[in-house]
């Protein structure tokens, strides 16, 4: 399982990764959209290689930016709209692919009545993503 920190706030959002100097392989940070458009990311001030995983309206991934550079200030974006955007450590999207456990998300998980982040978690095969922030989702 997956263990994200959820970025429900303009500010969190804006802040992100950037800055962190670790990510463990099963932990990242889920972007939901409260309404689907196209989204664009940069490295700017991340040290990390990350993947970031584009989720569209449908809640299947729409496309993958794999292994990003670190620093970079060129934009990372999505093909087409976007309801959500999950990073993970670089790698591990493959990986997930890889291994024997499954693929890379495929199923949209809506919020639970009564939150503020709408399509906030995704799983990977039987992986349940697990949010921890704010409004983590039970």
């Given at each position: 399982?997956?263990?994200?920190?959820?970025?429900?706030?303009?500010?969190?959002?804006?802040?992100?990764?950037?800055f962190?100097?670790?990510?463990?392989?099963?932990?990242?940070?889920?972007?939901?959209?409260?309404?689907?458009?196209?989204?664009?990311f940069?490295?700017?001030?991340?040290?990390?290689?990350?993947?970031i995983?584009?989720?569209?309206?449908?809640?299947?991934?729409?496309?993958?930016?794999a292994?990003?550079?670190?620093?970079?200030?060129?934009?990372?974006?999505?093909?087409g709209?976007?309801?959500?955007?999950?990073?993970?450590r670089?790698?591990?999207?493959?990986?997930?692919?890889?291994?024997?456990?499954?693929?890379?998300?495929?199923t949209?998980?809506?919020?639970?009545?009564?939150l503020?982040a709408?399509?906030v978690?995704?799983?990977?095969?039987?992986?349940?993503?697990?949010?921890?922030?704010?409004?983590?989702?039970?």
């Amino acid at each position: 399982a997956f263990k994200v920190e959820l970025a429900d706030t303009p500010e969190a959002q804006a802040r992100g990764l950037m800055f962190r100097d670790r990510l463990g392989d099963n932990e990242g940070m889920i972007f939901p959209s409260a309404q689907p458009g196209p989204r664009s990311f940069w490295m700017k001030n991340t040290p990390l290689s990350l993947d970031i995983i584009f989720i569209g309206p449908d809640g299947r991934i729409a496309n993958i930016a794999a292994n990003t550079v670190p620093y970079s200030l060129d934009s990372v974006s999505s093909k087409g709209d976007a309801s959500g955007v999950l990073e993970l450590r670089a790698g591990r999207a493959a990986a997930a692919i890889a291994s024997g456990s499954g693929h890379p998300p495929t199923t949209l998980n809506r919020h639970a009545p009564g939150l503020a982040a709408p399509a906030v978690c995704r799983s990977i095969a039987t992986a349940i993503v697990r949010c921890r922030g704010r409004n983590p989702i039970r």
